[in-house]
């Protein structure tokens, strides 16, 4: 079994950081990708960043500039630095990993519980 255990959120005013920790543990053969996704009531979950075990990242369009999303395969955690923090960046944040368990079993897709992050004067 795999969890994934998120920390970090919290309340932070406009203009403010925060950053997001997520660590993978248990049966693990290898972590393809890791990311980080947001969700708002009454919305679909969306990306917010991404990264592969390569280092290559991908940023939703509207954190680009702001946000870094950084990995340590060895540790199989990954962070989310967010700067110049927006009131629409409110939101609860999932970690994601899609991994393997060993090299007979397909990827899969699996989620942390979410933290919520707010962010408001």
């Known amino acids: 079994q795999v969890q994934l255990v998120e920390s970090g959120g919290g309340l932070v005013q406009p203009g403010g950081s925060l950053r997001l920790s997520c660590a993978a543990s248990?049966?693990?053969?290898?972590?393809?990708?890791m990311g980080w996704y947001r969700q708002t009531p009454g919305k679909q979950r969306e990306l917010v960043a991404t990264?592969?075990?390569?280092?290559?990242?991908n940023y939703a369009d509207s954190v680009k500039g702001r946000f870094t999303i950084s990995r340590d395969n060895a540790k199989n955690t990954v962070d989310l630095t967010m700067n110049s923090l927006k009131p629409e960046d409110t939101a609860v944040y999932y970690c994601?990993?899609?991994?393997?368990?060993?090299?007979?079993?397909?990827?899969?897709?699996?989620w942390g519980q979410g933290t919520q992050v707010t962010v408001s004067s």
């Open positions: 990264i592969t075990s390569g280092g290559t990242r």
């Open positions: 248990g049966s693990i053969f290898t972590i393809v990708a």
């Open positions: 994601n990993a899609i991994l393997r368990i060993n090299i007979y079993q397909p990827t899969l897709n699996t």
